[in-house]
Structures are given as C-alpha cells and as structure tokens.
C-alpha cells in the first residue's frame, strides 16, 4: 500500500510539473510576442530585445529542469502507470491533456520564433548595409580632403597678380 501511495504523489509531481511547464510556455509565448512587436517597430529598441532574450533563456533552462525532472519521475512509475492503467485513468488523461496543451504552446513558439527570426536576419542585414554605407562615406569624404589639401602647394599663389 505504502508503494501504491508513493506512485500515486509522483504521477501528481508530474502533473503539477506539466502545469508548470504549461505556464513557463504561456509566458515564452508572451515574450515571443513582445518580441515580434520590438521587430516590426521603425527603430528596435536593442536594450529591451535583450532583456527579453535573458529572461527567455532563464525560462528554457527552467523548462530544461523541469523536463529533466518529469523524465525522472516517470521511469520511476512507468511500470506501475503501465500495469495499473485503469487506477491511473483520470491522471493518465490528465497528463495527455497537459503533453497536449504543452505541444500545442511550443508549436506556436517555434513558429513565431522562425518569423522572428527571420525578422531579425533582416534587421541586421539592413544595419550592415547601413553601417557599410557609413563607412564609404566616410572613406570617400576622407579622400576629398585629402586630395583637397594636397591641391595647393606653397610655391604658388591663390592670387596671381598679373599688372606687374
């Protein structure tokens, strides 16, 4: 019975997990979007993009441990979940309505990350050619006063006098 007991607390550790994951998926979509409307806006506020890149990365290795430790605990209570399936029904299909909302989320961000991404491909390629086009100017207004200033020599006069 103690065993019984203990499988039935982890197959809820895992569904306290997958609930988890739901809402650190809810919020990385939310951020994706954020994200999406930093893009498309005239001037991209690269502080703000950042920011939302860091606290993303802090959800993904939250997510990563979260896996991690759902992964665990279901090798722990496969056999029984497997063996037992009608005990475990309603948690079973719990689970598998949690597994589904949670696909469902990571399809979205996986798409709209693709768009952002392509977004941003664009967005740095555009500064490069900017950045490029600052530097010939550059080079070529460095010529012009460069040849500008070699163009009078001393020995001759801006003001030739021609009465005498």
């Known amino acids: ?24 998926l809810a ?13 498309k806006c005239e001037e991209l506020d690269v502080d703000e993009f950042n920011q939302l890149l860091e606290e993303k990365g802090s959800q993904i290795e939250e997510l990563n441990v979260l896996d991690e430790g759902f992964d665990a605990l279901f090798k722990m209570v496969e056999k029984e979940i497997v063996s037992n399936r009608e005990a475990y029904k309603e948690d079973i299909q719990t689970m598998q309505k949690q597994i ?12 709209l990350e693709h768009q952002n991404s392509n ?9 490069r050619k900017s950045i490029k086009q600052f530097h010939l100017n550059n080079k070529s207004a460095a010529d012009y006063y460069k040849n500008m200033a070699n163009a009078h020599k001393p020995e001759q006069s801006y003001f030739f006098n021609e009465t005498k």
């Open 1 to 24: 019975m103690d065993r019984e007991r203990q499988n039935s607390v982890y197959v809820n550790m895992m569904i306290d997990t997958l609930k988890r994951k739901e809402s650190i």
């Open 27 to 39: 919020t990385l979509y939310k951020q994706t979007r954020e994200q999406e409307r930093l893009l």
């Open 100 to 111: 589904t909302s949670v696909s469902e989320l990571g399809v979205k961000i996986q798409a």
């Open 119 to 127: 977004r941003l491909k664009a967005f740095l390629a555009e500064q």
